[in-house]
């Protein structure tokens, strides 16, 4: 099922559908206050451009320079092609030290790479720990959203699914009851766990350490009881400096929520004091990216959501239409590098407004690589038969002036003469949620002759 | 090894011709009243700044707040700041650590465009001290207090060991964005701000 027969389904349920839209305005209206807030925001945005391009055009040297210095900080630096290799190195890890219950924060590369069903296949209980992922989790769903998993679901959905699994009582709707349930019940698997597992927001080649940013403080829990962290990253995640940071960090969470900061940046250069500590680098795809010289820029991205929270389709269409896990335009215009033929739809998933590309703190071309990605379906011959025939005949319509013409004189006859439920039909997905417009008596063709003469 | 070697022979391959480094010049925020604008930004986090003279008067007025006086097991890595009961150094396992209800914190610097500070992790005994206790209250000298992050980064070094920006105790919206404190890590964060 393509992006545009999934938003059917989501927005069948109309008051639903307005909710969420709404729901993701409000988290765009906040972003904008906190970009208004600096006054240098559009200086930043290019320089954060700058940084990534320049890192993208030295990449190699930077994940070698970062492996050299975590190692001399104490961490062991791990390298995985794919999904399935990363998945047996966290596995390996685990298995050596006996570790059976692992705590996770959020990592969208984890999700890519399918770790939770691995290491649950494998008997390690895998409990994910900011609070919209382990909704989703305990709900046995995908993140919605790549920086809120859950915003789909309404509270009382939430008390439902709390009640039915971790037991708090029937009924309970208050956003802050139900949070501090999730405390107490995550604060004892906090307690319990044998090693804990985080993404990584930056990795910093130059010193050798690696970033995480959390709201919640559950990276933080994560990492400062258990014996063991391990750290996911793509190998775009490398900056060259750490005073890169300034940059990165003054975009990211007022791009996201339009907070000034996060309430947690960690930085960890090595483990902690009677730990490990092991970063695993992976590729799966990405180098392949790097390849293409016009979709390259989309391995610049810091998974801040904004494109997400203003993009006037995935507001309406929400995150379970799109065919991959990553949502909205950046997932729309990821997905069919890894897979043209399974993602041939997302592409489409946009109306090209370009809201996304204005958003975009670090200035990624979102709305011109959807269309780039149109004309590669096209030329790949993805296209669905109707789309494909459709602009056909748009095209020979085009070339001739008179059939053109004819054309027009035939739908503004078909309009007048014909009931509208049989030109709706006819008007494709356009009528299906319009009103078709009333025919002028004459085109404009004709207007201008009559009133200025010849063309 | 064959992976790693694979891996960054792709890239290489794959990179793009070399584009030079920006810098980070010129770029921040400057404000005029530094100890009110971090002040402010405090509160917009969700923590609550107070301004004292000097340390004496930031223990004075910690222990009058509801954080101090209604907490049980109380540490303090400041020495003269909060009332304290235990000592953490004397906790072998942080484990132990759970259940205990104020920690007192000293900041390297604070940001004022964020109401962040800078915590060096590396200085506590145990990494879970910033993050376990219920409440945090943080100590910040007027005098470190920086712009913006730029100036930030410029004055912290990067030893092995953990460090962190603290802005603000630990919250969530992630149920219908509803804003709530006090998710897993500290339920407030109180910041003295002494010398101003």
Request: aromatic letters at 6%.
């Amino acid at each position: 099922m393509g992006h545009a027969e999934s938003a059917a389904l989501f927005v069948r349920d109309d008051a639903r559908a307005h909710w969420h839209d709404q729901a993701l305005w409000f988290v765009r209206q906040k972003r904008d206050a906190g970009a208004r807030s600096v006054p240098d925001w559009e200086a930043l945005r290019e320089r954060a451009e700058a940084i990534k391009a320049h890192t993208q055009s030295r990449l190699a040297e930077y994940l070698e320079e970062f492996e050299r210095n975590a190692t001399r900080m104490g961490a062991v630096v791990h390298w995985a092609k794919d999904g399935e290799e990363h998945n047996r190195i966290v596995h390996g890890l685990l298995q050596a030290r006996g570790a059976k219950l692992l705590v996770k924060s959020k990592s969208m590369l984890t999700e890519e790479c399918r770790l939770n069903p691995y290491l649950e296949a494998r008997g390690i209980e895998v409990v994910d720990t900011d609070l919209g992922e382990r909704i989703v989790q305990l709900n046995h769903q995908p993140p919605s959203h790549i920086v809120m998993p859950a915003i789909h679901m309404k509270r009382e959905e939430i008390g439902v699914l709390f009640h039915g699994t971790i037991g708090t009582q029937a009924g309970l709707t208050d956003p802050k009851a139900l949070t501090e349930a999730a405390r107490q019940h995550l604060r004892q698997k906090f307690l319990g766990a044998t090693a804990g597992m985080t993404g990584v927001n930056f990795a910093i080649a130059e010193t050798g350490g690696i970033v995480v940013v959390t709201n919640e403080g559950n990276a933080d829990m994560g990492t400062s009881l258990p014996p063991i962290h391990i750290a996911s990253m793509g190998i775009e995640k490398v900056i060259p400096r750490a005073e890169d940071l300034g940059v990165f960090l003054r975009l990211l969470a007022r791009s996201a929520t339009g907070q000034p900061v996060s309430s947690y940046t960690s930085h960890f250069h090595g483990p902690r004091k009677g730990s490990e500590l092991h970063v695993v680098v992976v590729d799966n795809g990405r180098s392949a990216l790097l390849r293409e010289a016009g979709f390259r820029r989309a391995l610049a991205c810091i998974r801040c959501g904004a494109c997400l929270n203003t993009c006037p389709v995935y507001r309406r269409s929400g995150g379970y239409s799109y065919t991959w896990l990553i949502p909205g335009p950046i997932g729309s215009t990821l997905a069919p590098g890894r897979d043209a033929v399974a993602h041939a739809s997302l592409p489409f998933a946009s109306s090209l407004c370009g809201s996304c590309t204005d958003v975009c703190p670090v200035r990624i071309d979102l709305h011109h690589q959807l269309l780039a990605w149109r004309g590669e379906i096209v030329a790949r011959g993805l296209l669905p038969a109707g789309k494909r025939w459709g602009m056909r005949l748009a095209s020979w319509l085009l070339r001739f002036t008179w059939l053109y013409a004819l054309a027009g004189k035939a739908a503004r006859l078909a309009l007048r003469v014909l009931p509208p439920a049989w030109t709706r039909a006819l008007s494709g997905a356009w009528g299906r949620q319009r009103e078709l417009p009333v025919v002028p008596p004459e085109s404009f063709r004709e207007t201008y002759r009559r009133t200025r003469g010849q063309p | 090894m064959a992976s790693r070697d694979d891996i960054l022979g792709a890239v290489r391959r794959a990179q793009p011709p070399a584009t030079a480094h920006p810098g980070v010049a010129g770029l921040g925020n400057r404000f005029p009243d530094l100890p009110a604008k971090f002040a402010e930004m405090v509160a917009v986090v969700g923590g609550t700044c107070l301004r004292v003279p000097d340390l004496a008067a930031a223990d004075r007025a910690l222990r009058e707040l509801p954080v101090h006086r209604e907490a049980k097991r109380i540490a303090s890595m400041v020495p003269g700041v909060g009332a304290a009961t235990f000592d953490p150094v004397a906790v072998a396992d942080p484990h132990e650590l759970a259940g205990m209800d104020l920690c007192v914190l000293a900041a390297e610097l604070g940001v004022a465009e964020n109401g962040a500070v800078w915590l060096d992790v590396r200085k506590l005994p145990h990494q879970a001290l910033f993050v376990i206790p219920e409440h945090v209250a943080v100590v910040v000298q007027a005098s470190t207090l920086v712009h913006d992050m730029h100036q930030a980064y410029a004055a912290i070094s990067h030893a092995p060991g953990f460090a962190l920006f603290l802005s603000g105790p630990s919250k969530t919206a992630d149920i219908e964005q509803a804003l709530v404190i006090g998710a897993h890590g500290a339920r407030s964060c109180t910041v003295l701000l002494v010398g101003a």
